[in-house]
């Protein structure tokens, strides 16, 4: 997993401070990093690099240098530089005499490159940059930006538009900005510019993480002399709707549950040979899977369920009702909302009466916000870049897609998680590889993105 940071001024400060590593040395690491990348795509002949006033637009400004001989290159500069280093890289490129316009070409180009803001923006763009962003955004090129996508603000929003971007090269170190929901639109690839020197003496702590595929730990089985009971027994509860209970339960089997049964008082139900039915709760569960499709579920019989001392994994329904707080003093318990469930549950603690539009806007602050106020319970946020928190630790799943977007994917995750807590790992290690195992089974899909079935997501998982 890679360290993320709502700024990284610190660790530029302290490369000044410690390293004697001045801002115009990370400025040419920065340009080097953008150029190296360019030097691999194919096709490329005219560029254009829009610069702001800013140090952004200097990281720009040098680009243009090391780029000007090699390609044929414009450089737009629509309002003049402020940034000490913006003054000086601008001197570099006339002395050079290196061509500067400070409006838009009306020509083509292969290559856009964005260097107008960084991630410092705290302030709605004005007409002038609007226009020029809406501009950029309608030429058909490859794009790329310096830092992240000019118009996303410091909590990742485009405000209230921002540059699309194929590639963006961030500098030093991931930007919590770039991982919002909001965001992904606006960052396409995103990649980390290294400065001159290593992460390690570059980054500092941090409560912020970045999964990648590799963070995924399957349950593989070791011992050889094992019988079913070494794996875990999951209790999915099901509810109205007894199609989620299914699919939860097909889930945990497929990723590794030695057991699964599903509680229904419905005789009716049609489930899969391998997952038993249950009209009590068995002696030997190990984990429980609970509301997803519960619906008006006899609720003395969930609050009994709920106050059992084994691990549990809570979506859906629960998150409409106040019996949901009986489960939020507990340990080992992941909560798995998306975003307008996640609103009722801060209405239900007493956090924050807000709408899904406040909340996508501000995930990271909220979720902070319910962690702090619950430190034992690991929540999953559930979005285009999923939010995994644990006290003060908050953990980001990049690798979802729009391919998620069908009903039944949440119920598949609450099975995945039950599946993790059945077979002894802890909440927090249940959540990150549950999310992770549905959005790496979701790209091993190789059909178009609007077809995915729930039961595509169990069979992907076995092919991980």
């Known amino acids: 997993m890679k360290k993320v940071y709502k700024s990284v001024e610190s660790l530029d400060k302290r490369c000044y401070e410690k390293y004697g590593l001045n801002e115009d040395l990370l400025q040419e690491h920065a340009s080097i990093a953008i150029s190296e990348h360019i030097k691999i795509l194919p096709n490329v002949k005219n560029i254009l690099i829009v610069c702001g006033s800013g140090n952004n637009g200097a990281d720009g400004m040098a680009l243009a240098r090391l780029l000007d001989g090699k390609y044929e290159v414009t450089t737009c500069i629509p309002s003049e530089p402020k940034s000490p280093m913006g003054k000086i890289q601008l001197q570099r490129l006339q002395k050079l005499e290196i061509k500067v316009c400070d409006t838009l070409p009306d020509k083509d180009f292969d290559l856009i490159v964005d260097a107008m803001f960084g991630s410092g923006l705290n302030k709605e763009l004005n007409d002038f940059y609007i226009n020029i962003i809406k501009t950029l955004n309608t030429k058909q090129a490859v794009k790329i930006a310096c830092d992240i996508p000019s118009g ?106 030695g057991l699964v049964s599903v509680l229904t008082h419905d005789d009716r139900l049609a489930l899969p040979h391998h997952i038993m039915h249950t009209h009590h709760i068995p002696h030997n569960i190990t984990s429980i899977a609970i509301g997803m499709g519960l619906g008006n579920f ?12 084994v691990p549990k994994v809570c979506d859906a329904d629960l998150f409409h009702s106040d019996i949901i707080i009986d489960v939020l003093e507990g340990e080992n318990i992941v909560l798995t909302p998306h975003p307008k469930e996640f609103c009722s549950l801060l209405r239900l603690c007493d956090i924050a009466d807000i709408d899904v539009k406040t909340l996508q806007e501000n995930r990271f602050f909220y979720v902070e916000l319910f962690c702090r106020k619950y430190p034992n319970i690991t929540l999953i946020l559930k979005g285009a870049n999923t939010i995994i928190s644990h006290n003060d630790k908050m953990y980001i799943n990049p690798h979802g897609s729009s391919i998620l977007s069908q009903g039944g994917s ?51 998982v076995r092919k991980l």
């Open 298 to 309: 006899e609720k003395d019989e969930i609050k009994k369920i709920l106050t059992l001392d």
């Open 410 to 460: 949440g119920d598949v995750l609450s099975g995945f998680i039950a599946s993790y807590l059945a077979q002894g790992y802890d909440a927090l290690q249940s959540a990150i590889n549950g999310s992770l195992a549905l959005t790496l089974s979701a790209k091993t899909y190789p059909y178009n993105n609007y077809s995915l079935k729930p039961q595509d997501l169990i069979e992907g």
């Open 152 to 257: 996303i603000d410091v909590k990742g929003n485009p405000s209230p538009v921002a540059f699309r971007a194929d590639t963006t090269i961030t500098m030093g170190a991931l930007k919590l900005s770039l991982l919002g929901d909001l965001a992904k639109d606006y960052t396409g690839d995103i990649k980390i510019a290294n400065l001159g020197l290593c992460d390690t003496k570059y980054e500092e702590g941090t409560n912020f993480y970045c999964l990648e595929e590799k963070d995924l730990n399957l349950p593989i089985r070791t011992k050889k002399s094992s019988h079913k009971g070494d794996f875990g027994h999951i209790l999915v509860v099901a509810g109205e709707k007894i199609g989620a209970s299914v699919l939860a339960g097909d889930a945990g089997f497929a990723l590794g549950a």
